[in-house]
């Protein structure tokens, strides 16, 4: 409904209240905005791919490190014939490039085939599916892994980026691909083994009061040495199956109820013994006798990966000493590039120092002079090998026993009950107690520790340690107070305290944080390499080597980069970076002759 009130000319009086503005002025001529050619749809022909990577690119340094492989070597490894296979080193190089990117799974590189542009350089746009890459990492690289990781520390020494000399060897545990709850403990196996060997001869007894002419027979053939358990029980099987089978068929023939009756009931008795062998005794048997192969020396494995052991591991967010699946890696480092490396199934690394550096004395790697690490070594079995023959010294050692840091306190020095602290007569061959009592020689002994190897030690034992206001202190014993000298080991604990304490070794062996652990770091922290992809001894000794090369590549990268002041962060201020493209420019006008026509463009960028 319309106000009467407002009509014409009051609105226009009203209008003609308002203030007066002026009009904006118009531009005398109208600016288009203007945008750079873009195209999606547009065909892209890259002539030259290499041109688009920086000079210092981390795949530049992985295509020179496989290209120096030879052909012959890679070949080697090819039966011929059949459909043609790709180039082995394309495939190194895609494969080392992808783990260098964090990436460790064969679907991501052969994602990165597909999108990634030096990736695509090092493929030369082939694009391999993932399970080619899986069968070629797991199956083609375990032959050629070592010589590989040869070559390439080869070229490294010959770029004097490193020399061998110092060899900064620790290990570090590393997470197998298994599941932590799948766990089989020796000790729990030995025990049900007994147990299943108590309820054997529980059976056996029950055939042996069955029928006393069996069981006789039985008794003689049944568990006779350690060991034969399967095949006695097998034997015994037969018989009872044998006899089982006599009266089925006595049942058979037999017309009298009554007795055939008795004839089943008889036969009952023989089967539930017969059951229980077939079904459990002998199924158990075998199970238990090859969990105990697969243990080997090792005191659990895990049913996923069989080969993995149950360590307890740094990385444990639960804070409760949560062990699991993994290996334990033995790794030597020089100016932080991996020298050589060897995968254990020890969690110790004491154990697995001799085996770590007979496996590299049997490389044509050269020896270092001189090998640094840590009190977790420091043993009298790793000694004497370093040491080795008068005629053939192996290498020089850094390496402090565990007490030695210890041996530096006031505390220790005062405390009464260490020998070591101790007046000892060379010519009596003896000590002198704190209570001034003599600690005389007694009797040589021999130990073997757990790797089989044998020490020997000279037991001392004083005189006499009754009412001696000190034996508190000294010892806990019921007795006299016993000395346990260990010669040798005394011997080249003094050889490797003599060491540290020079000034020039001592700052060798400064380093050792600074050179190994911070690969560790590297790896596990900024490459987020903490677990495996890949199962089995074989096949986790080939996936860390391929993370190995690709640390070292990325160490040779980053060295270039900075000797030749190519900073990310500071770019050049002056210089050209050309890259050439040819465009075609498609038509969907199919009604066209050609199709599509060409056209070129140059552009320069310059940066």
């Known amino acids: 409904m319309s106000n009467p009130m407002i009509t014409t000319e009051n609105y226009n009086t009203q209008m003609t209240l308002l203030p007066e503005t002026d009009e904006k002025k118009k531009p005398k001529r109208q600016l288009a905005p203007t945008f750079k050619p873009y ?52 495939m190194l190089k895609i494969i080392l490039f992808g783990y260098s990117q964090k990436v460790y799974s064969c679907r991501g590189i052969e994602k990165l085939t597909t999108e990634n542009i030096p990736a ?55 997470e197998a691909n298994a599941n932590k709850y799948s766990f089989v403990w020796k000790k729990s196996t030995s025990k049900f083994e007994a147990k299943l060997k108590e309820k054997i001869q529980e059976v056996l007894q029950h055939i042996h009061e069955l029928t006393q002419a069996e069981a006789e027979t039985v008794q003689k053939e049944i568990l006779p040495n350690e060991g034969m358990e399967e095949y006695h029980l097998e034997t015994i099987a037969q018989e009872l199956e044998e006899k089982v089978e006599a009266l089925t068929e006595e049942i058979e023939r037999e017309s009298d109820s009554t007795v055939r009756k008795e004839k089943r009931q008889e036969r009952s008795k023989w089967k539930k013994p017969l059951k229980l062998i077939r079904e459990n005794f002998l199924p158990r048997l075998a199970k238990y006798k090859e969990q105990n192969e697969i243990f080997g020396d090792r005191n659990s494995y895990s049913k996923t990966d069989k080969d993995a052991t149950f360590m307890r591991m740094k990385e444990d967010h639960m804070k409760n000493g949560q062990l ?22 020890r969690p110790t690394d004491t154990r697995c120092f001799i085996p770590h550096m007979e ?65 000892y007569l060379e010519q009596d061959d003896c000590f002198i107690c704190p209570n001034g009592r003599k600690v005389t020689f007694k009797k040589y002994q021999n130990k073997k520790n757990k790797s089989g190897y044998e020490q020997s030690f000279k037991i001392y034992e004083c005189e006499d340690c009754t ?23 005394e011997e080249m604990k003094a050889k490797a305290k003599t060491a540290l304490e020079c000034e ?43 993370v190995a090369l690709a640390h070292n590549i990325l160490k040779v990268a980053g060295i270039r980069q900075l000797l030749s002041g190519n900073n990310p962060k500071n770019r050049k201020e002056s210089g050209e970076n050309r890259i050439v493209f040819l465009h075609f420019l498609y038509f969907k006008d199919l009604s066209d002759s050609l199709f599509f026509r060409a056209v070129f463009r140059l552009t320069l960028h310059i940066s």
């Open 120 to 174: 695509m350089w090092l493929a030369a746009m082939q694009q391999p599916d993932y399970r080619t890459i899986n069968g070629f990492r797991g199956e083609r690289m375990k032959a050629m892994m070592d010589e590989l990781f040869e070559a390439m520390i080869h070229k490294l020494i010959e770029e004097n980026y490193i020399t061998m000399e110092n060899y900064f060897l620790d290990g570090t545990k590393i």
């Open 467 to 489: 009412d001696c206001p000190l034996k508190e202190q000294c010892t806990k014993a019921k007795g006299n107070r016993q000395v346990h000298w260990n010669t040798i080991f």
């Open 324 to 345: 699991k699946p993994g290996y334990n890696v033995q790794m030597g480092t020089e100016n932080q590039f991996i020298l050589f490396y060897t995968i254990h199934q």
């Open 359 to 423: 496996k590299l004395a049997s490389t044509s790697l050269p020896m270092p002079k001189t090998v640094i690490a840590d009190a977790g070594y420091g043993s009298e079995e790793n000694y004497v090998y370093a040491v080795g023959d008068e005629k053939e010294p192996r290498f020089d050692f850094l390496i402090p026993y565990g007490i030695y840091l210890q041996e530096q306190t006031r505390k220790f020095k005062k405390d009464i009950k260490n020998a070591k602290n101790w007046t």
């Open 39 to 90: 195209d999606n749809r547009q065909i892209h022909a890259i002539f030259d791919m290499e041109a688009l990577l920086p000079e210092h690119h981390v795949a530049r340094v992985v295509d020179e490190m496989v290209e120096a492989v030879p052909d012959e070597q890679l070949f080697s490894y090819y039966k011929g014939g059949g459909r043609s296979s790709f180039h082995p080193k394309m």
């Open 504 to 546: 020039e070794k001592a700052a060798i062996y400064a380093r050792r944080k600074v050179e190994v652990e911070s690969v560790f770091g590297h790896i596990k922290g900024n490459r987020s390499f903490r677990r495996f992809s890949l199962r089995g001894l074989d096949k986790v000794h080939i996936e860390f080597g391929i």
